[in-house]
């Protein structure tokens, strides 16, 4: 008997949470600082999901956080800080990956 056999019953417990963290998020929320009016409506733009699932593609996790900059329009930007707040369905972020944006308050702390 190998040690994967011997250890046969413990690999199935783990597998079913290995799995989860290996799925396809189907949705990722995302808390972002500043929130302001510009900054929404920057991140509502399909352009910038497109971009997230592009660069962020791979395993999240909930309290990452993301140093990223939006368009403010004519050539000026606004650095922002993303933090990931929650996961559903897996925690890999892919193509199929759907962003929801809140605004977070940095004022308390």
């Given at each position: ?22 799925a ?35 395993p999240?996790?909930?309290?990452d ?45």
């Amino acid at each position: 008997m190998n040690d994967e056999q011997a250890n046969g019953r413990q690999s199935e417990s783990l597998a079913p949470a290995d799995r989860a963290d290996a799925a396809t998020a189907t949705t990722v929320v995302l808390s972002y600082a500043p929130a302001t009016e510009r900054v929404a409506t920057a991140l509502s733009a399909e352009s910038y999901r497109t971009y997230l699932c592009r660069t962020r593609r791979g395993p999240v996790a909930v309290g990452d956080e993301f140093e990223e900059f939006v368009s403010c329009g004519c050539g000026t930007t606004r650095d922002i800080t993303l933090r990931v707040e929650d996961t559903v369905d897996g925690a890999v972020v892919t193509n199929e990956t759907r962003f929801v944006f809140e605004p977070r308050d940095e004022r308390g702390g």
